[in-house]
């Protein structure tokens, strides 16, 4: 999944992606690009088919405004 990620003027936060409930990977600061490339399970047997939920949260952290997120890309493999 990759983001872009935004806050507005003279405001600080940070990015995070959950998929099934947990986190993935470590939040990013706003401004940056959140890029993580990862399998969502290990059961791909069990799985196969079956929807995701894919939350973005975004959380200001510092002054007074809004954070923005905007996905860019999700891709996956099939054999």
Known sequence: MQCTTA????????????VDGPQRGDPVTAGTLFDRTAAVTD?????????AKVEIQ?????????VYAQPLMRFGTQS
């Open 58 to 66: 975004a959380m200001v952290t510092g002054g007074t405004g809004l």
């Open 7 to 18: 806050a507005a003027a003279g405001v600080t936060g940070q990015v995070r992606i959950l």
């Open 43 to 51: 059961d791909f047997t069990g799985r196969f088919g079956s929807l």
